[in-house]
C-alpha cells in the first residue's frame, strides 16, 4: 500500500504542477530534493513571483523511522517505528479576487519492534480560502468535493465537510480559515471499508483538486482590484498565518519529526498585514466574507 500510494502522490504532483504552469504562463516550479537524517525524504516544487501565482508549493515527501516520543505519547505507544507519505499543496494567488487553496492527502503505517504493521490510516482534503467571495466559485468548488465523495459514499460528504469546518478554524478569532470543502483523517479498515477501498476514495478527492479549483482562477485571475482590496487580501494572509502557526496538525507533527523547515513553512505568503484591532466597513464585501467566515454555510 505505502507504495502504491507514494507511485500515486508522484504522479499527481507531476500532473498539478503541469496544470499549473500553464494558467499562470510565466513562472515555473523549482525543485528542490531533500533527505531526513533519520529516514526518507522528499520533493518540494516551489513556483514564485508568477503572473498569477505569487507563492505557492506542492510538496511529497516519504519519511520513515523510529517515532519520536513526543508522538508516542501522542498515539499511546511504545518502542514503535513509523512510515509517512503525502502530497501537502498551498497556492496563494497574487489577486485577491483569487483565492488561496490548500490540500493534503497522506498514508502512514505503524510498526511493533519487529516490523510488523500495528496500524495504519489515510487522511487528507482540500479546502478554499477566498478574500472576496462568489457564492458561484463556492458552490462549484464544493460540488466537486461532494461528487468525489459521493462515488463512495452518500454520508462521506456531509461529514467531511462538517469536520473541515470544525478544524480550519481559529478558535482565538472565532472564525473559519476558509470556506471549507473536505477534511478527514484517520481512515482505517473497516468491515465497511477496507484499506483499498479507502486508497480508492482519497486518490479519488487527489483526482479532482484541478477540477475543483482551476476553473475559478481562469475565471477571477484577470479581474481588476485595488490597492485597498489588496491590502484586506494581506490582512486575512495573517489569519491564515495564525491558523498554520498555532493550530495545523500537519505544522506540529514536521516540527516534532524533524521535518524539513522549509517545507513545512511554504505554506506562509510572501506578504501579509497584521493591523491593529482592523475592522471592515459595515455591509462590505469584506465584511461579508468575515460573516460567513464566522458562521459557515453549506453551499451544495
Not at 507511485?7 to 516550479?29: H, M, P, R, V
Not at 483565492?99 to 487522511?123: C, L, S
Not at 460528504?157 to 472565532?174: G, I, L, M, Q, W
Not at 487580501?233 to 514536521?254: A, S
Amino acid at each position: 500500500m505505502k507504495d502504491k500510494f507514494y507511485a500515486y502522490i508522484q504522479q499527481l504532483q507531476n500532473k498539478i504542477t503541469s496544470k499549473l504552469e500553464e494558467i499562470d504562463g510565466q513562472a515555473k516550479f523549482k525543485e528542490d530534493k531533500w533527505t531526513r537524517a533519520e529516514g526518507g525524504g522528499g520533493h518540494s516544487r516551489v513556483i514564485e513571483n508568477g503572473a498569477v501565482f505569487e507563492k505557492g508549493g506542492v510538496n511529497i515527501s516519504a519519511v520513515h523511522g523510529a517515532l519520536p516520543e513526543s508522538m508516542q505519547n501522542y498515539f499511546g505507544v511504545k518502542d514503535a517505528d513509523f512510515f509517512a507519505c503525502g502530497l501537502s499543496l498551498v497556492i496563494h494567488p497574487k489577486n485577491p479576487m483569487v483565492p488561496t487553496v490548500h490540500a493534503n492527502w497522506r498514508y502512514f503505517e505503524m510498526y511493533d519492534k519487529h516490523g510488523k504493521i500495528v496500524d495504519q490510516w489515510f487522511g487528507g482534503g482540500q479546502d478554499l480560502t477566498p478574500y472576496y467571495l462568489f457564492n458561484e466559485d463556492a458552490a462549484h468548488f464544493h460540488s466537486v468535493c461532494k461528487k468525489a465523495c459521493d462515488a463512495h459514499n452518500a454520508n462521506f460528504y456531509p461529514t467531511y465537510k462538517k469536520r473541515c469546518d470544525e478544524y480550519f478554524y481559529n478558535a482565538h478569532r472565532n472564525e473559519g480559515r476558509g470556506i471549507g470543502g473536505l477534511f478527514f483523517d484517520y481512515c482505517k479498515a473497516t468491515d465497511e471499508m477496507s484499506m483499498q477501498n479507502w486508497f480508492d476514495f482519497v486518490t479519488e478527492v487527489g483526482d479532482s483538486f484541478l477540477e475543483a479549483y482551476a476553473p475559478i482562477v481562469e475565471k477571477r485571475k484577470a479581474l481588476a482590484y485595488t490597492p485597498e482590496q489588496r491590502d484586506w487580501q494581506e490582512i486575512r494572509r495573517g489569519r491564515y498565518v495564525e491558523f498554520n502557526l498555532v493550530h495545523d496538525k500537519g505544522t506540529l507533527f514536521g516540527l516534532k519529526t524533524n521535518g524539513r523547515i522549509e517545507s513545512i513553512l511554504m505554506s506562509l505568503p510572501s506578504h501579509v498585514q497584521w493591523r491593529y484591532n482592523y475592522q471592515p466597513e459595515i455591509d462590505s464585501e469584506e465584511a461579508r466574507l468575515v460573516e460567513i467566515l464566522q458562521n459557515p454555510k453549506d453551499w451544495v
